[in-house]
């Protein structure tokens, strides 16, 4: 009888033994490895990041650069300017030691780690580089597109749809006071095209009326109207050209709503000669 009660009492220890192992293998392979693998109806990331940028000369001193990203799908990056000197901000500026050529690496990486890389060189000269500020209509205050003694400081509504490209904001002018003005330093005697981005409405008869003049005597260089884009669903580029006055030092560039609701987006200006 003795030995029956032992067998009964090794044969409960072992089945309790099993019945708390299959619970912790049951609580293991339901919890612990479940964020190991995709959640139900999930789809893999086929959307990854393109490193991508541009840069600009400041209009004070030509040895500073303003970098502004341009990569599409990222949320972080990291800049190396040679020489050891990196940053980690999206549109740094950075101060280089004289005139050259200098090549500049941006590493873009999205939310999952995946990263792009591009590398660019960056032409440093001593010489007047025309460039709006707040071109990609991000800025805040919105204090560069106002105007001077116009009484604002935010002439334009901000706007995401239809969706800006390259991740630039847009303008949007829907009464008339709404405005884009800003003047800038440009080089005397030169022909430069300005481009922009723009979507309208399609009915009305202009999507504003673009003004560009000699900001100290009010020549005009260009005054027209801005023709209708001919969908109002996604943005059009375009692009105007013109010649400064001998004398010129500051150039005006100005937009009035002209009855019309557009949004305005990524503006930029080259020197053609």
Known sequence: MKIKQNIFRKTTLLLFSIVITSSFVGCVGSDTFRDDLPDSNSKADTIFPEANFDYTADQTDFTIINFTDLSTEASSYLWD?????????????????????????????????????????????????????????????????????????????????????????????????????????????????????????TTGTSAGTLLIEDADTGDDFLLQEIPLTDQASSYVQTSFSFTTGDDTENMRFNIEYAGTECRFSKISIDRLN
């Open 81 to 201: 300017f040679g020489g050891g000197e990196t940053s980690t901000d999206r549109d740094p500026t950075f101060q280089f030691s004289g005139e050259g050529t200098f090549p500049v690496t941006l590493v873009s990486s999205d939310g999952n780690g995946v990263t792009s890389t591009v590398t660019l060189d960056v032409v440093v000269v001593d010489e007047l580089v025309a460039a709006f500020q707040c071109p990609d209509f991000l800025c805040d205050p919105r204090t560069p597109w106002a105007g001077v003694d116009r009484g604002t400081t935010s002439s334009y509504s901000a706007s995401s749809s239809p969706t800006p490209p390259e991740d630039n904001g847009a303008a949007k002018l829907s009464s008339s006071s709404n405005f884009l003005d800003q003047s800038i330093r440009v080089v005397s005697g030169a022909t430069y095209e300005i481009t922009f981005w723009y979507v309208s409405k």
